[in-house]
C-alpha cells in the first residue's frame, strides 16, 4: 500500500492486464477470429506488445500488413465471443486486486480500459470485482483510445478528482503514456511482485 502517497485523492485501474489476467484469452480469441476472416492463422508471436492497444488499433496493423481491408465488425465479434467464452479461466491480478480492495470505500476508484463494455464488464463481473469501483470507463465512452489521455482525464472527472491528484496502474506503454499525457502518476504493474 505504500504505492498510494499522501495527496493521492483517487485511483484509476486498467483492467485487462492489470486488474485480470486477460491478455492470454483475447490472444487466443483473436487468433480464432482472424484465421477465420484472412483464411490463415497469424503466429501467437504477433500479439505480444499489442496487449494495450484497442481493437482498431489492432486491425489498423493487420490491415497494413495484409494490404488489405478486412471485416472490422465480423473480427472483433467473433474475438470477443471466443474471448468471453473462455472465462471460467479467467484469473484476477491477486497483486493490483489487492489494493483495489484495501482502498475500496477509501478513496474513490475507476476503471479505464481500452477493451470494450462488454468485455470488460464480463471480466470483472465473473470475477467479483465490479463493485470496488465507482465507475468503469471504456473505449465506448471516448472518442480516442490509449495512448491519447481522453479516457484517464473522463474517468478522473468521474470520480470528482483533478488528475494530478490520481494515481494509475497500468500494465501497457499505451497505458502509462496516457496517464503521463493526462498529467497523472502511474504505476508500472509488471513491476510489482505477487
Known amino acids: 500500500m ?3 502517497r499522501a495527496g493521492t485523492q483517487g485511483l484509476i485501474f486498467d483492467c485487462d492486464g492489470t486488474l485480470v489476467d486477460s491478455l492470454p484469452l483475447y490472444r487466443e480469441g483473436w ?6 476472416a484472412i483464411g490463415h492463422g497469424v503466429p501467437p508471436e504477433w500479439f505480444h506488445g499489442h496487449g494495450g492497444m484497442s481493437e482498431h488499433m489492432v486491425l489498423d496493423i493487420v490491415e497494413q500488413r495484409l494490404g488489405r481491408v478486412v471485416d472490422r465488425d465480423g473480427i472483433i465479434s467473433n474475438a ?15 497483486v493490483v486486486t489487492d ?8 478513496l474513490p476508484m475507476a476503471v479505464a480500459s481500452n477493451g470494450s463494455r462488454q468485455v470488460v464488464s464480463a471480466c470483472l463481473g465473473h470475477l467479483g470485482l465490479e463493485t470496488l469501483f465507482d465507475v468503469i470507463i471504456t ?14 482525464l473522463l474517468a478522473a472527472r468521474s470520480i ?19 496517464a ?15
Open 180 to 194: 503521463t499525457r493526462a498529467g497523472m502518476a502511474h504505476v508500472d504493474v509488471n513491476t510489482l511482485q505477487a
Open 139 to 152: 473505449i465506448d465512452d471516448v472518442n480516442h483510445p490509449k495512448p491519447a489521455p481522453d479516457m484517464f
Open 80 to 94: 470477443r465471443t471466443s474471448m468471453l467464452r473462455q472465462l471460467h479461466v479467467l484469473r484476477e491480478i491477486t
Open 160 to 178: 470528482a478528482c483533478l488528475p494530478a491528484t490520481c494515481l494509475v496502474f497500468e500494465d501497457s506503454p499505451e497505458g502509462m503514456q496516457a
Open 31 to 36: 487468433l480464432a477470429a482472424l484465421e477465420d
Open 99 to 106: 489494493i483495489a480492495r484495501a482502498y475500496h470505500g477509501r
Open 2 to 4: 505504500s504505492l498510494v
